[in-house]
Nanobody
Framework: QPQFVESGGGLVQPGGSLNLSCTAS????????IGWFRRGPGKDREGVSC????????YYPESTKGRFTISRDNAKNTVYLQMNSLKPEDTDVYYC??????????????????????WGQGTQVTVSS
């Protein structure tokens, strides 16, 4: 079954960093926009970083611009999210998804999980002292 597997989450202090990984199995990244998303209790799903897998073009919403960096290694079929200067409000479960769309629409359009071509199970990030 084609899917994503996320890893790298954990507990970090405010101001700290984490690097998340999202590895695809059963399909190749190259044709898709890949996004990292988060959703907490009472919050809409939010795109935090998106990348066009074919050429690495990226898009960031204002909430994460300058703090988060998304990258990909198509040979490893893996997308990464480097998160710096983490804040308590970044605490959430982080998911990755893939869809054939533009990177801006990938990050800015609210969708249900089933609307993505591929979706992962998520990795927990907790920012706390």
């Amino acid at each position: 079954q084609p899917q994503f597997v996320e890893s790298g989450g954990g507990l970090v202090q405010p101001g700290g960093s984490l690097n998340l990984s999202c590895t695809a199995s059963g399909f190749a990244l190259g044709a898709y926009a890949i996004g990292w998303f988060r959703r907490g209790p009472g919050k809409d799903r939010e795109g935090v970083s998106c990348i066009r897998a074919s050429d690495g073009y990226t898009y960031y919403p204002e909430s994460t611009k300058g703090r988060f960096t998304i990258s990909r290694d198509n040979a490893k079929n893996t997308v990464y999210l480097q998160m710096n200067s983490l804040k308590p409000e970044d605490t959430d479960v982080y998911y990755c998804g893939a869809l054939g769309t533009t990177v801006q629409r990938m990050c800015e359009t609210r969708r249900r999980e089933y609307e993505y071509d591929y979706w992962g199970q998520g990795t927990q990030v907790t920012v706390s002292s």
